[in-house]
């Protein structure tokens, strides 16, 4: 289902956004779901899409059974942990519903007039969304359901990539699992980006050793117990940090760290933002040592 939406105040302006940005979206029981910005940046309207998925938390399900044209809803964002870097071309990799941030990708890559491939995996036809706002890409766009025989395999599409080609992908952790092997194996890993749309189930995160977290700021220090995380540890002390997925996959815990060994555990920081060291998402990372010092 598409959602277009609008500011309630008519004469509001809407934020900006760019390619590969989300919003949070309040769904009926109050918790916030992400959402993939895919219409057109700088339209006078946002507009989601939303799978129904039937073993989700009930948000997508709220949305079709509940959400109807004239409702409102809260929002919060515009905010972008996936945002289109600039490059000489690009490869873009959809599963599913993760078409939607690579839309716009796509519609920008043709905007900048720079090389940009859509591969597009689905079961079936019938399952995939906007394959008609695909169709005007031609040769740029290639569709591959499942009932169409078999997919190319990865590992393929990745042969023969110019150099300073992008990888985008968006879709379920295993075809991202797949897909991060196969750039290992071909030597292109640091040009993959990668949006995650549910955390893996055997990647939920785990406990971890007790540690201290100092705030630097604030001249506090915090211990961390094994079994909770730095983001509970820091609300029961009344620190406000923004939170949403508590899975690693929304940045929006995202903390500076100033000192300290972090254990990334989220999905969004790429290889390199990872061995900068400098920053962490505080709902599931934790320390390697037994002290971080956070800039809070
Ligand atoms: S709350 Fe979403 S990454 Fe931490």
Do not use: K
């Not at 779901?33 to 039937?54: D, F, H, K, M, N």
């Not at 399952?127 to 190319?152: C, N």
């Amino acid at each position: 289902m598409s959602v277009e939406l609008v500011p309630e105040d008519a004469g509001a302006v809407i934020p900006d956004w760019g390619p590969g940005a989300h919003v949070d979206l309040t769904v009926g029981d109050g918790s916030t779901r992400q959402y993939s910005l895919c219409g057109v940046p700088g339209a006078s309207t946002w507009r989601i899409a939303v799978l129904r998925e039937s073993a989700g938390r009930g948000g997508s399900a709220w949305v079709h059974d509940q959400l109807r044209p004239g409702h409102t809803v809260r929002l919060r964002g515009p905010r972008n942990h996936f945002a289109l870097e600039p490059a000489p071309g690009y490869l873009f990799l959809a599963g599913g519903i993760g078409i939607t941030p690579l839309l716009p990708m796509l519609a920008e890559a043709v905007r900048r007039d720079v090389a940009g491939q859509l591969h597009y995996f689905g079961r079936s036809r019938r399952q995939m969304a906007f394959l008609d706002q695909l169709t005007p890409y031609g040769d740029r766009v290639r569709v591959h359901p499942e009932t169409d025989g078999p997919q190319p395999a990865l590992r393929t599409l990745l042969v023969g990539l110019a150099p300073e080609t992008l990888i985008y992908a968006c879709g379920p952790a295993g075809m991202l699992d797949a897909l991060r092997a196969a750039a290992a194996e071909a030597g292109c890993l640091d040009r993959l980006r990668t949006e995650l749309f549910a955390a893996p189930v055997a990647a939920q995160p785990q406990p971890g050793g007790a540690f201290t977290v100092r705030l630097e700021q604030r001249g506090l220090e915090l211990p961390v117990p094994a079994d909770r995380s730095v983001l509970d540890v820091l609300l029961d002390a009344g620190v406000e940090i923004v939170n949403d997925c508590q899975e690693g996959i929304c940045g929006s815990c995202e903390t500076r760290v100033l000192a300290g060994a972090i254990d990334h555990r989220d999905h969004i920081l790429t290889p390199q933002e990872r061995s900068a060291g400098d920053c962490m998402m505080v709902c599931v990372s934790r320390a390697v040592g037994d002290r971080l010092v956070l800039d809070l």
